[in-house]
């Protein structure tokens, strides 16, 4: 059993050491077009969560999770109703509480692990606030890095598979495929935006974006070709590598040996 919370307060405390590392799930519940749940961000973060702490553990890492952290800060899909989003002062706020609160257990590491591309630069923040005002050493790894943070897209989306498009898709079809309806999944690819050497997804300058800014589906991608089989196949290599990445975690010290 690898979950803090299923724990009480003098197990974890007595399963826990400075070279443990807990695990924080972040998603969102939010708009993902008329095909996903709002929830997908959640549910891909919290079964990645699981399954990568599960296979470190088994490696002999010593790693735990906490459960996941549902709402997040999801203004850019504002406009989208059934959207649950947070300010970004509510959600530092409540970041650097956790990690206050991870502080006073024996464990020294705090990983994010972050379903939704638009916590990144928070919690790079949060994570540095966290080690200045508690002493932890503070990591943010994803489930599955974003195109427009440098990740990957499927050829057809030319790189700008950034939101509900093929491997979220294909990802929800393995983990929850009722929840699924892909009789309404529609391209939404705004190949306008390859015009643009400098500034886009992924590109040397960044820029600030809601979903509704590319069609009113908040469609960002091209979910039209997922598979369950995709799903399985992204699932996997996400689990394998934040399961590596935890190693890693377990040991890293920026000071060298």
């Known amino acids: 059993m690898r979950n803090l919370a299923e724990m009480s307060s003098a197990a974890a405390t007595a399963a826990l050491s400075r070279d443990s590392v807990i695990v924080l799930p972040t998603g969102a519940i939010e708009h993902h077009g008329p095909h996903l749940p709002l929830a997908t961000d959640h549910l891909v973060a919290e079964a990645v969560a699981i399954a990568a702490v599960d296979e470190a553990a088994a490696a002999g890492v010593d790693v735990w999770r906490l459960p996941g952290l549902a709402y997040t800060k999801s203004d ?5 109703s059934g959207t ?4 970004w002062e509510t959600m530092m706020a409540t970041l650097v509480d956790i990690g206050r609160s ?4 024996p464990a020294r590491r705090l990983a994010f ?3 939704h591309g638009g916590m990144s630069a928070l919690l790079q923040v949060a994570s540095r606030e966290i080690r200045r005002q508690f002493g ?7 489930a599955a890095v974003p195109p ?9 989306e030319l790189g700008l598979g950034v939101h509900g498009g093929l491997a979220e898709t294909s990802l929800i079809l393995h983990l929850r495929p009722e929840l699924v309806d892909m009789s309404t999944a529609v391209r939404s690819v705004p190949e306008h935006l390859t015009r643009y050497q400098h500034v886009g997804f992924g590109k040397s300058v960044s820029f600030g974006w809601l979903s509704d800014d590319f069609g009113p589906s908040g469609v960002i991608g091209d979910p039209t070709g997922a598979t369950a089989e995709l799903g399985a196949d992204l699932f996997g290599s996400a689990v394998s590598h934040c399961s590596a990445a935890l190693a890693e975690i377990a040991v890293f010290d920026p000071a060298g040996p």
């Open 113 to 115: 692990l972050n379903g």
């Open 136 to 142: 932890l050493q503070t990591f943010v790894l994803h």
């Open 84 to 87: 649950v989003w947070l300010r």
């Open 148 to 156: 427009d943070q440098g990740g990957p897209s499927a050829t057809g």
């Open 102 to 105: 991870v502080a006073t257990t």
């Open 76 to 80: 850019e899909h504002h406009w989208a």
